[in-house]
């Protein structure tokens, strides 16, 4: 097939959305249909209590006018919220119907390491016909979610929303409240899809610049410049729309399990205060939500309780949850409009006081692209030269691993400091591609793309440096020691690392159970990257060391750093990982905290 004709087929699907719509429940539930009257999340059961069971299996699926085999828990797509409360102990009886090993994760608990639910760190998996029984206690509330950790199920259906409610009265008054769960999902085969950007990494990106944006910019910037800007990508052999890797092209986009055409609808009645729980449980796709006509009061970042912001949009990178609460006034229906960071498609939704009535689909914002800021400054051109690239300049790029900077900033304040790139010598060789040299800030930047919306659109957007605990700092102490990991990959081969280094080969980061450390990312590649650290909490130093947010999953702008403060306060194995499903077999460590640890 052309790219021309892949094109057409692409908009066309994302344009008139699924034609068949909704999923084909094996359960007796009714498939939700356009004009039948949607209950509260029609397609998605809540489960309460402290005991539940959940059967993994196959299921047969239509968002797209093809019938699919979806892997699914309790024939769902997405997988029953789970609906739990604090101080309770939980057990969860997991059965693998399915053909392969699973697993499930519980993203964003504190738990255990034999609870975490990772295969090969802290447990075996489950074997087909097995069933494993997870228990723990919840000791904390708020919005998170569930997925598998083996193969690639989670891109074919493995994930589902958790709502903790607190023990003591949540300090969030609102009247009530639905789950946003959005996710991405394709009628290719996730073996597809990776073969595929293997292949050619930017194998579905068909937003090529025109002939019209070169003379955009020829009237802009002149001759010269242009030439310049343009020359450098076509050396780097690679794509300044380059954003996303998988989009809309592959990619239906759902909320809560409906595509854009058949429609999530939530209901309000008039002065109603309605917490939206957001959750990213998309494999590959990075969303900018808004709601047209409402500013959002975002009350919850990761499940934990923020000082109230109110904005008028917000990214949400794969695998973090934000919750917001909006007043929408009766006389309307609003569309909750949830695009994605390249522009190639989007999730929607309904939000309305009467079930007939139906918000106006919003355009899409101007789609972003990659600029020198975005490679932090200065590009490693040496290093762009597979062939030539013999480690120059290695003598002063010799750092030990972990590179310790000679002065540790007091904590909170990590992201104030310059950073000065410590690049491993493990980062130098043909598996890398790219070295931020001045990494930029990536505390205030909203992100590529939503840079310019306060002038464009006139759009308040979220940042991180707005993130503020709403309850003061636990661990008071400053960190004792710095390590800074480098996001590596080389991206025309879809070869993704740590460091240099992919998971296979890596030795474990080994902290010493009870110690205060502090990590700061810098992202030496161009694509985003949300990451995840399992067991323990992310606390992003956002400026006010008495009010540090905690996080689980932190976004890494490309070409920029970022830092935050962990307690190694868990023994055990942990996962830390990038959340793009297709980075995650290379962009990966294990964290091992010990008692007495490291010698
Ligand atoms: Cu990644």
Same mark, same amino acid.
């Given at each position: 097939m052309?790219?021309?004709?892949?094109?057409?087929?692409?908009?066309?699907?994302?344009?008139?959305?699924?034609?068949?719509?909704?999923?084909?429940? =094996?359960?007796?539930?009714?498939?939700?249909?356009?004009g039948s009257s949607p209950a509260k999340? $029609? #397609?998605?059961?809540?489960? !309460?209590?402290?005991?539940?069971?959940?059967?993994?299996?196959?299921? $047969?699926?239509?968002?797209?006018?093809?019938?699919?085999?979806?892997?699914?828990?309790?024939?769902?797509?997405?997988? $029953?919220?789970? !609906?739990?409360?604090?101080g309770e102990t939980v057990t969860l009886r997991v059965t693998n119907h399915l053909a392969h090993d699973s697993s499930i994760h519980w993203h964003g608990m504190i738990l255990p390491t034999g609870m975490d639910g990772v295969p090969g760190l802290s447990f075996d998996g489950i074997k087909p016909g097995e069933t494993f029984e997870y228990q723990f206690e919840i000791n904390q509330s708020g919005t998170y979610w569930y997925h598998s950790h083996?193969?690639?199920q989670e891109q074919t259906g493995l994930y589902g929303a958790i709502v903790i409610d607190p023990k003591d009265p949540d300090p969030v008054a609102y009247d009530r409240d639905y789950v946003v769960l959005l996710s991405d999902w394709s009628d290719e085969s996730p073996d597809r899809i990776y073969a595929n950007l293997k292949k050619m990494s930017?194998? *579905?990106?068909? #937003?090529?610049?025109?002939?019209?944006? &070169?003379?955009?910019?020829?009237?802009?910037?002149?001759?010269?410049?242009?030439? @310049?800007?343009?020359?450098?990508?076509?050396?780097?052999?690679?794509?300044?729309?380059?954003?996303?890797?998988?989009?809309? *092209?592959?990619?239906?986009?759902?909320?809560?399990?409906?595509?854009?055409?058949?429609?999530?609808?939530?209901?309000?009645?008039?002065?109603?205060?309605? !917490?939206?729980?957001?959750?990213?449980?998309?494999?590959?796709?990075?969303?900018?939500?808004?709601?047209?006509?409402?500013?959002?009061?975002?009350?919850?970042?990761? =499940?934990?309780?923020?000082?109230?912001?109110?904005?008028?949009?917000?990214?949400? =990178?794969?695998?973090?949850?934000?919750?917001?609460?909006?007043? +929408?006034?009766?006389?309307?229906?609003?569309?909750?409009?949830?695009?994605?960071?390249?522009?190639?498609?989007?999730?929607?939704?309904?939000?309305?006081?009467?079930?007939?009535?139906?918000?106006?689909?919003? @355009?899409?914002?101007?789609?972003?692209?990659? =600029?020198?800021?975005? %490679?932090?400054?200065?590009?490693?051109?040496?290093?762009?030269?597979?062939?030539?690239? @013999?480690m120059n300049g290695m003598s002063a790029m010799n750092h030990r691993q972990h590179g310790t900077p000679p002065t540790i900033v007091a904590a909170g304040y990590g992201n104030r400091k310059s950073v000065t790139a410590n690049h491993h010598?493990?980062?130098?060789? $043909?598996?890398?591609? %790219? &070295?931020?040299?001045? +990494?930029?800030?990536?505390?205030?930047?909203?992100?590529?793309?939503?840079?310019?919306?306060?002038? !464009?659109?006139?759009? @308040?957007?979220l940042r991180y440096a707005d993130l503020r605990n709403l309850t003061s700092t636990q661990d008071k102490r400053d960190p004792s020691r710095e390590i800074q990991l480098h996001l590596t990959g080389n991206m025309s081969r879809y070869m993704w690392s740590m460091n240099g280094i992919k998971f296979a080969d890596a030795e474990p980061l080994e902290l010493t159970y009870g110690e205060r450390v502090r990590i700061t990312l810098v992202n030496d590649t161009m694509m985003t990257h949300p990451i995840h650290l399992h067991g323990l909490w992310s606390e992003l130093e956002t400026g006010d060391p008495d009010y540090i947010p905690r996080k689980h999953t932190i976004l890494v702008q490309p070409g920029s750093q970022i830092s935050y403060l962990v307690s190694a306060d868990a023994i055990g194995r942990w996962a830390y990982h990038c959340h793009l499903m297709y980075h995650m077999p290379g962009m990966m460590r294990e964290v091992r905290v010990e008692k007495g640890g490291r010698g």
């Open positions: 052309s790219d021309i004709t892949r094109l057409n087929l692409s908009r066309r699907q994302f344009v008139t959305g699924a034609t068949a719509g909704g999923i084909l429940l =094996g359960l007796g539930l009714d498939s939700y249909a356009v999340n $029609p #397609q998605v059961q809540t489960l !309460r209590g402290n005991s539940f069971n959940l059967a993994m299996g196959y299921q $047969p699926v239509n968002f797209t006018g093809a019938q699919r085999t979806a892997t699914a828990i309790n024939g769902s797509v997405p997988a $029953p919220t789970l !609906r739990w409360q604090e083996s193969g690639w930017h194998y *579905y990106n068909f #937003q090529e610049r025109t002939a019209g944006d &070169l003379w955009k910019d020829i009237k802009n910037k002149g001759v010269v410049q242009t030439w @310049k800007e343009r020359e450098m990508w076509n050396t780097m052999r690679m794509k300044q729309t380059d954003i996303s890797d998988v989009t809309g *092209y592959a990619y239906t986009y759902l909320m809560n399990g409906a595509t854009p055409d058949t429609r999530w609808t939530g209901l309000f009645k008039q002065g109603e205060k309605v !917490r939206l729980r957001f959750i990213n449980g998309s494999a590959m796709s990075i969303f900018d939500i808004r709601i047209p006509g409402l500013t959002m009061t975002v009350v919850a970042a990761d =499940g934990q309780n923020i000082e109230p912001v109110t904005i008028d949009e917000f990214r949400i =990178g794969t695998a973090e949850t934000y919750d917001v609460v909006v007043e +929408p006034n009766a006389d309307s229906a609003y569309a909750i409009f949830a695009q994605t960071i390249d522009r190639s498609g989007y999730a929607l939704g309904n939000l309305t006081p009467d079930v007939a009535w139906r918000a106006d689909t919003p @355009k899409m914002d101007h789609r972003p692209t990659l =600029g020198h800021g975005d %490679m932090g400054m200065a590009m490693n051109r040496a290093g762009m030269d597979h062939s030539g690239h @013999k010598t493990t980062e130098f060789g $043909p598996h890398t591609d %790219m &070295l931020a040299e001045a +990494p930029q800030n990536g505390l205030h930047d909203p992100g590529l793309g939503l840079r310019e919306h306060r002038q !464009r659109y006139n759009r @308040k957007v």
